[in-house]
């Protein structure tokens, strides 16, 4: 996979996620202490989050989407929105102006979390990843989550849980 000139190195991918994780040590150590919005973390964050996208050939949204906005399965304009389970601090991403993939980042994740997540995944028929990728919330403390509709992958996806049926997918 080629890379943009603007394309930011593993290593400033690293950096970023260190700057998260200070912000986050130096909120802890100080009592009342209020981030703005604008603070290098929350800048952070953000740019981590486009960086992921980019290198999936997605373009970052705020807000994340259902399974049904995902696979297209929106009946009518008061629908059940059916999240993926441990559903926190979640984003969306979309390919060419479709629904790509919704990202969770919950804490916490163990290997049974993992078993219920790929059950949710198959019954929607989305793909389940665990990218190679820190999370951008709280790096080290929440785990990358990503479900993503099987027609929107890229061949490239790395990572050791990432299914071989993901890797091996075209774009």
Same mark, same amino acid.
């Given at each position: 996979?080629? /890379?943009?000139?603007?394309?930011?190195?593993?290593? =400033?991918?690293? +950096?970023?996620?260190? *700057? @998260?994780?200070? %912000?986050? %040590?130096?909120?802890?150590?100080? $009592?009342?202490?209020?981030? @703005?919005?604008?603070?290098?973390?929350?800048?952070?964050? +953000?740019?981590?989050? &486009? =960086?992921?996208?980019? +290198? !999936?050939g997605w373009t970052?949204?705020? &807000?994340?989407?259902?399974? %049904? =906005?995902?696979?297209?399965?929106?009946?009518?304009?008061?629908?059940?929105?059916?999240? $993926?389970?441990? &559903?926190? !601090?979640?984003?969306?991403?979309?390919?060419?102006?479709?629904?790509?993939?919704?990202? @969770?980042?919950?804490?916490? *994740?163990?290997?049974?979390? +993992?078993?219920?997540?790929?059950?949710?995944?198959?019954? !929607?028929?989305?793909v389940l990843m665990?990218?190679?990728?820190?999370?951008?919330?709280?790096? /080290? &403390? /929440?785990?990358?989550?990503?479900?993503?509709?099987?027609?929107?992958?890229?061949? #490239?996806?790395?990572?050791?849980?990432? $299914?071989?049926?993901?890797?091996? *997918?075209? #774009?």
């Open positions: 996979m080629t /890379t943009a000139p603007d394309a930011l190195s593993d290593a =400033e991918v690293e +950096r970023l996620a260190r *700057v @998260i994780l200070d %912000e986050w %040590e130096a909120a802890r150590a100080t $009592p009342n202490l209020r981030l @703005i919005s604008l603070s290098p973390g929350t800048l952070a964050k +953000r740019q981590l989050a &486009h =960086e992921f996208g980019r +290198r !999936h970052w949204q705020h &807000h994340d989407f259902s399974a %049904e =906005e995902l696979t297209g399965r929106r009946q009518r304009y008061f629908y059940r929105r059916t999240m $993926p389970p441990r &559903h926190d !601090h979640g984003c969306g991403y979309l390919q060419r102006r479709a629904r790509a993939a919704t990202v @969770i980042q919950p804490y916490n *994740v163990t290997d049974e979390h +993992r078993a219920e997540m790929q059950r949710w995944a198959d019954e !929607h028929g989305l665990f990218p190679d990728f820190p999370s951008w919330w709280l790096p /080290t &403390h /929440t785990t990358l989550c990503v479900f993503a509709r099987p027609d929107r992958l890229l061949a #490239g996806i790395t990572g050791p849980d990432v $299914p071989q049926q993901a890797a091996a *997918v075209g #774009g």
